[in-house]
C-alpha cells in the first residue's frame, strides 16, 4: 500500500483553512483522503483546557499537536491523503520536521488574506467576544507575515475564489513547492 501524504494547510483565522480543506480532501488524487481539523482536538480537552492561543498554553499545545500528529501518521500509513487544517505557524514546525525525518511526504501551505478581509471573514464566527476576537485575530494575521523562507508557500487568497484557492493549493503539492523539509 502506497503511503499517503500530509497537506498542512495554515494561516490566521478567516483566511480560507477550513473551506479549502474539505474541498482538497474532496479532490484528492488518492482512493482515500481525509480532513482533520485540528481544532477538534482541542475541544476534547474536558478539564484543565486552556486558551491555545495564550501563553500559558504552550506545554497543553504541544500534547494536542502531537496527538494529531500521531493520528495524521496512522492515516497516512493507511494510504490516506491528510489535510490538516489548523493554525500551525513557523514557530511551530519542529514536529513536523520529526514527522519529516521519518519518511513522511509533509506539504505546507499557507493561506493569507488582508488584513481587513481576513477579519471580515473570521470576526463575526468567534465565540469570544467581539473585542477579543478582533484583538486575537490580529495578533494571529500578524503573526503569519514577513515568513523569510516560508513565503513562497503562501497563497494570497484575499482576492482569490474558493475554486482559484482549491487550484493554486493542489497545484502546490502536485508541484512540489511546498514540501516541508
Same mark, same amino acid.
Given at each position: *500500500?502506497?503511503?499517503?501524504? *500530509?497537506?498542512?494547510?495554515?494561516?490566521?483565522?478567516?483566511?480560507?483553512?477550513?473551506?479549502? #480543506?474539505?474541498?482538497?480532501?474532496?479532490?484528492?488524487?488518492?482512493?482515500?483522503?481525509?480532513? *482533520?481539523?485540528? @481544532?477538534?482536538?482541542?475541544?476534547?480537552? !474536558?478539564?484543565?483546557?486552556?486558551?491555545?492561543?495564550?501563553?500559558?498554553?504552550?506545554?497543553? /499545545?504541544?500534547?494536542?499537536?502531537?496527538? $494529531?500528529?500521531?493520528?495524521?501518521?496512522?492515516?497516512? %500509513?493507511?494510504?490516506?491523503?491528510?489535510?490538516?487544517?489548523?493554525?500551525?505557524?513557523?514557530? $511551530?514546525?519542529?514536529?513536523? %520536521? %520529526?514527522?519529516?525525518? &521519518?519518511?513522511?511526504?509533509?506539504?505546507?501551505?499557507?493561506?493569507?488574506?488582508?488584513?481587513?478581509?481576513?477579519?471580515?471573514?473570521?470576526?463575526?464566527? #468567534?465565540?469570544?467576544?467581539?473585542?477579543? /476576537?478582533?484583538?486575537?485575530? &490580529?495578533?494571529?494575521?500578524?503573526?503569519?507575515? @514577513?515568513?523569510?523562507?516560508?513565503?513562497?508557500?503562501?497563497?494570497?487568497?484575499?482576492? !482569490?475564489?474558493?475554486?482559484?484557492?482549491?487550484? *493554486?493549493?493542489?497545484?502546490?503539492?502536485?508541484?512540489?513547492?511546498?514540501?516541508?523539509?
Amino acid at each position: *500500500m502506497e503511503q499517503g501524504r *500530509m497537506i498542512v494547510l495554515t494561516g490566521a483565522p478567516g483566511t480560507g483553512k477550513t473551506t479549502v #480543506s474539505a474541498i482538497v480532501a474532496e479532490k484528492s488524487e488518492r482512493k482515500k483522503s481525509v480532513h *482533520m481539523h485540528t @481544532d477538534d482536538f482541542y475541544h476534547y480537552l !474536558c478539564k484543565g483546557a486552556i486558551a491555545p492561543h495564550l501563553p500559558e498554553a504552550d506545554g497543553q /499545545n504541544l500534547i494536542v499537536t502531537e496527538a $494529531f500528529l500521531e493520528a495524521a501518521k496512522r492515516y497516512a %500509513r493507511g494510504g490516506y491523503d491528510v489535510i490538516v487544517d489548523g493554525v500551525v505557524g513557523p514557530w $511551530f514546525l519542529e514536529p513536523w %520536521r %520529526r514527522v519529516v525525518r &521519518e519518511g513522511y511526504e509533509v506539504h505546507y501551505v499557507i493561506l493569507r488574506a488582508g488584513k481587513e478581509e481576513t477579519l471580515k471573514r473570521a470576526v463575526c464566527r #468567534s465565540k469570544l467576544d467581539r473585542a477579543a /476576537n478582533i484583538e486575537l485575530v &490580529e495578533v494571529m494575521w500578524e503573526q503569519f507575515q @514577513d515568513l523569510g523562507a516560508y513565503e513562497s508557500n503562501v497563497i494570497d487568497t484575499t482576492d !482569490c475564489s474558493l475554486e482559484e484557492t482549491v487550484s *493554486m493549493v493542489l497545484k502546490k503539492v502536485a508541484d512540489g513547492t511546498a514540501l516541508l523539509w
